[in-house]
């Protein structure tokens, strides 16, 4: 089992600026892509962004040119996300995804409204 230390969200005015941290318990053998995703309501789960074992970096269609992913440490990842949007109101959720399996945070609430 992997346990997550969320960081961060909260509520924040359209065009602001909020940060994510996550911290994993432990670490897979081999490859793994650690990440966001969010839901907000009455919507399924979707890719924020994620960043792999080796650096590669994938976000959602939405994400890109706004939020910027980074991993400081094999355990840790941290998401920038700059001009948000009342569309970007949901909870969000650290995620580790294995070949066989994805592990889920707790998740954290991010509202943007003014």
């Known amino acids: 089992q992997v346990y997550f230390h969320e960081t961060g969200g909260g509520l924040v005015q359209p065009g602001g600026s909020l940060s994510l941290s996550c911290r994993a318990s432990?670490?897979?053998?081999?490859?793994?892509?650690l990440g966001w995703h969010r839901q907000a309501p009455g919507k399924e789960r979707e890719l924020v962004a994620s960043?792999?074992?080796?650096?590669?970096t994938d976000y959602g269609d939405y994400a890109e040119g706004r939020f910027i992913i980074s991993k400081p440490n094999a355990l840790s990842v941290n998401l920038q996300m700059n001009n948000l949007q009342p569309d970007d109101t949901a909870v969000y959720y650290c995620?580790?995804?294995?070949?066989?399996?994805?592990?889920w945070g707790q998740g954290t609430q991010v509202t943007v409204s003014s």
């Open positions: 995620s580790m995804q294995t070949f066989s399996h994805t592990y």
């Open positions: 432990t670490i897979p053998n081999g490859d793994f892509h």
């Open positions: 960043i792999s074992t080796r650096g590669q």
